[in-house]
């Protein structure tokens, strides 16, 4: 019997969802978040930037991936960090992350602390990092549509996860550059426990970021030129593990972001990024998007910011665009005072 062309549609809309399903399931995908504004979110990869802004930071942000594709990953992040008024070299700070994709929804909570080494006036401030929290993986394979009832695959549900971690972070900042590099979630867990010979394994894998941007004067402090860089990898190291384990090679391409902007008169903040992926090991690569966005910094502290994507990848049939809003308040402990925002 021949497909209708109701069903085919939603023969592609399924396949495409078990596709995304297994892109942060299967072993070989990276699976935290990407996102396009993560100087505004930092905190979720570094715990070492806790407290680098000298006052009280708060930031919300949502992504939504690949527009118009059931299924498709949303994302939410809230962080909050502050220094300790009292100990002027130590941050501390909370971000909880909530993901739904598919059939699963991770959301994960953790605490921030940071010390902070003064290395002289001009030459910046080296912070050391750590963080710890848990994360709850949850998965209703029923929610996913099919039409073989014999697949295996799809027969059982993987089980409520409380997985408890702990990250390491360094960060270094001086008022015109900033490095840094962060692997936020140390531990590995299995999320089902499955032959591997005869059926796909599911593993949180780890992940490595680096990060590194700088501010060029271009007009004094009216026009600020920054470039900016972040890298992201999983499974770095795996291919050292031994030759019997299941999980050596696994992980995803290596993802890196290039962006360029411009901070206009500390107020308005406008850029565009370029992000792409690269296999060092077979020389593969991959294009997967051009990004626009923007940021408005208000003298109260607020500031308000959005981010469209345009997609280079195959998924452009699907779906050409993804985004996301921002929004943030900043603060000083003397709320009595006006500010400008930091460039980082």
């Not at 994360?135 to 027969?155: C, H, L, P, S, V």
């Not at 796909?200 to 007009?219: D, F, Q, S, V, W």
């Not at 991959?286 to 994507?309: C, E, F, K, R, T």
């Not at 921002?326 to 930091?342: A, I, N, Q, V, W």
Request: aromatic share 16%; net charge neutral; proline share 3%.
């Amino acid at each position: 019997m021949k497909l209708t062309t109701i069903h085919k549609r939603w023969v592609k809309l399924t396949s495409t969802l078990v596709l995304i399903f297994f892109f942060i399931y299967n072993v070989k995908a990276q699976q935290d978040v990407m996102y396009t504004k993560y100087m505004f979110n930092t905190l979720v990869y570094n715990p070492a930037y806790t407290g680098s802004k000298e006052y009280m930071s708060i930031s919300l942000l949502h992504r939504t991936q690949w527009l118009g594709v059931q299924g498709a990953p949303h994302s939410q992040s809230f962080s909050v960090h502050t220094p300790v008024k009292k100990f002027d070299r130590i941050g501390v700070g909370l971000n909880v992350v909530n993901t739904k994709i598919g059939a699963s929804n991770v959301v994960s909570t953790n605490l921030s602390y940071a010390y902070r080494i003064r290395l002289g006036e001009k030459a910046g401030t080296l912070a050391v990092g750590m963080q710890g929290g848990i994360t709850n993986w949850k998965t209703n394979m029923r929610e996913i549509e099919i039409y073989t009832e014999a697949d295996e695959a799809f027969n059982d549900d993987f089980p409520s996860y409380w997985l408890p971690n702990f990250g390491f972070g360094l960060y270094y900042y001086s008022k015109y550059a900033f490095m840094g590099i962060s692997t936020p979630n140390l531990l590995e867990y299995d999320l089902r426990q499955v032959d591997v010979s005869t059926t796909k394994n599911a593993r949180t894998t780890r992940h490595y970021y680096l990060t590194a941007g700088g501010a060029i004067p271009l007009n004094g402090d009216d026009l600020i030129l920054k470039p900016m860089v972040l890298v992201k990898s999983a499974g770095l190291l795996s291919r050292f593990k031994n030759v019997d384990d299941p999980y050596r090679n696994y992980g995803a391409p290596t993802e890196f972001s290039t962006d360029l902007s411009l901070f206009i008169r500390e107020t308005l903040w406008l850029g565009a990024s370029f992000r792409s992926s690269v296999e060092f090991f077979t020389g593969d690569s991959s294009y997967d998007s051009v990004d626009l966005w923007m940021a408005y910094y208000m003298q109260n502290g607020l500031h308000i910011g959005v981010a469209y994507d345009y997609t280079l990848t195959e998924l452009q049939n699907p779906s050409k665009a993804s985004f996301e809003v921002m929004l943030g308040f900043d603060f000083k402990f003397d709320k009595s005072e006006t500010y400008h925002p930091r460039y980082f």
